[in-house]
């Protein structure tokens, strides 16, 4: 289990995206040539009880995040994430969120003041599964956005942009989300 997730760890870390530091002008790639697969072999239970297979997704740019209620960044995220799912999804956008180390009770009214239009999912059942497919994931939020032939582009873990800074500047994560779920788009 353990050499799993250190695997893991190193593919993830592999995938990952460069940053641009705080005040610098966001700029998005396409998906890196050696992008790995995501792993979207996962059902899991809507804020309704169904079965959402992530499966479904397959063919769209998805912006899978993990998140929690009590987690600070993660409410920073949100409005970005609802504004650009609504900007987006006419093209093939999904963003799918995830809770995890939460109680999946608290999702469903935060969900509903956050004004939050896309799909909660509950990790927490299969947290294991998920650590071994994108994780270890040791802290939130965790992003990752898979392109439309299912490869891991990016990966962020807490909010873009905010190496060395104390404050998250929304724009400024919203400039570097956007700009990459643009690119993939095109």
Not at 44 to 55: I, N, P
Request: net charge positive.
């Amino acid at each position: 289990m353990i050499a799993a997730l250190a695997t893991g760890a190193i593919v993830v870390a592999a995938q990952s995206g460069r940053q641009p530091a705080r005040g610098a002008q966001p700029r998005a790639s396409a998906c890196p040539a050696d992008a790995k697969p995501a792993n979207l072999d996962f059902t899991l239970k809507d804020l309704d009880g169904k079965d959402v297979r992530l499966a479904d997704y397959k063919g769209k740019v998805v912006l899978l995040d993990f998140w929690a209620t009590w987690c600070g960044p993660c409410k920073v995220e949100i409005p970005i994430f609802s504004e650009l799912y609504t900007k987006y999804k006419s093209r093939g956008f999904e963003v799918v969120s995830v809770v995890l180390l939460d109680r999946f009770v608290n999702a469903k009214p935060f969900a509903a003041a956050m004004h939050m239009n896309y799909p909660v999912l509950d990790g927490d059942p299969q947290q294991d599964r998920i650590d071994d497919a994108y994780g270890p994931l040791f802290g939130l939020p965790i992003s990752f956005l898979i392109a439309r032939d299912g490869r891991v582009c990016q990966k962020h873990l807490g909010l873009p942009g905010m190496q060395g800074t104390k404050e998250p500047d929304p724009k400024t994560v919203k400039a570097i989300f956007e700009s990459e779920v643009a690119a993939l788009l095109r």
